[in-house]
């Protein structure tokens, strides 16, 4: 008998529902939430009202694109955590709920692990050990991957994280949140004539503190002598931007790469959608002789075909939770 898997994801203001079937993902919905581009950014309250809006019309949508009956399932897997707590208590309380009106096993699941874990998802797969750079707007890590449930954390942002330093210097010119794709779309248009310092960090850790302040301070200097300098200069000031956020990815990745010895190479997260991140590894990954894994983009931010994957890791591997359960903000 096929093994057949419901996942949701609600860790922040994306609801996703997924369905995978002895490893094959046979649906992934998301519904995003647009509501947060009047605030410049994800208000908790506002995402967690609208995961109860979404949560049943998405599960619902994924069962039928899957052409399954509910009563297929053999297992709910869910984002216990890390997020925000009002939308975690939507996922984990739709998934106990519905587990348990099935008499099925629950399978909690680390966001962070299912990031890494979203290359299992379609071919080429990565081979262990592999090292998984993983950015998005709240984490930023290079982590080590023995197996599906053996990694090791080997560097982290100290402060902000990458996908949150796009972000705000996005709010600093004026760009709509998110403003990860838009600074993207603008600095494909312009070149890095700005040279923004790059913080000075021991180890494999990062930080994005400091560069967020050095762009303030530059624009504000600017502006001063042209008080249309952002406007004028808008896609280089992305390119600049952009490229030095890359460009400390990338070397501290290579770090790690030479480091350890390992060329297997992969990144995640809703960074790892960024054009010159991918393109920035894949010229990295020819010259190191990595052997480099790049997730399709729906793979990339927040989804449940991520979730799904690791949940079906966790079944393999009798791991499964009970209806105690509670989700976890800092999983």
């Known amino acids: 008998m096929p093994t057949t898997i419901l996942a949701i994801e609600s860790s922040c203001d ?40 979404n949560i049943i019309p998405v599960v619902d949508l994924a069962i039928r694109q899957a052409g399954i009956k509910k009563t297929d399932l053999d297992a709910v897997a869910f984002t216990r955590g890390p997020g925000l707590m009002g939308s975690l208590i939507v996922g984990v309380a739709f998934a106990k709920s519905l587990a348990l009106s099935l008499d099925i096993p629950l399978i909690e ?3 962070m692990d299912a990031h890494v874990l979203a290359h299992f998802a379609e071919d080429p797969k990565p081979r262990f050990p592999f090292l998984c750079l993983t950015v998005s707007g709240g984490h930023t890590q290079i982590v080590k991957v023995d ?4 990694m090791e954390v080997l560097g982290q942002t100290l402060d902000d994280a990458a996908g949150e330093a796009f972000d705000k210097t996005g709010k600093l010119l004026g760009l709509e949140y998110p403003a990860g794709p838009i600074i993207d779309k603008l600095a494909q248009q312009g070149k890095p ?15 994005f ?16 002598e042209d008080p249309d300098f952002i406007q004028h200069h808008l896609n280089d000031i992305c390119a600049s931007v952009q490229d030095r956020i890359v460009s400390i990815l990338l070397k501290r990745l290579r770090k790690a790469a030479r480091r350890t010895g390992i060329k297997e190479i992969a990144i995640a997260g809703g960074v790892s959608a960024n054009s010159a991140l991918r393109s ?18 729906e793979y990339c931010t927040d989804n449940a075909a ?7 890791f966790k079944y393999q591997a009798g791991q499964f939770t009970d209806q105690s359960v509670q989700p976890a903000a800092r999983f």
């Open 147 to 150: 197996a599906p449930d053996q």
């Open 209 to 224: 503190s400091g560069l967020k302040t050095s762009i303030l301070y530059f624009l504000k200097e600017q502006i001063k």
């Open 280 to 297: 920035g590894l894949a010229e990295m990954g020819q010259k190191e002789g990595w052997q480099t894994c790049i997730p399709k983009f």
């Open 306 to 312: 991520m979730i799904a994957v690791a949940g079906y």
């Open 14 to 53: 994306d609801t996703s529902a997924s369905v995978l079937m002895d490893g094959k993902i046979l649906s992934n919905c998301v519904a995003s939430q647009d509501a947060h581009r009047l605030y410049g950014g994800v208000v908790p309250e506002v995402a967690s009202r609208a995961h109860q809006i």
């Open 193 to 207: 004539v700005y040279d923004f310092p790059e913080p000075r960090i021991p180890d494999l850790d990062f930080s």
């Open 109 to 111: 699941v680390n966001h």
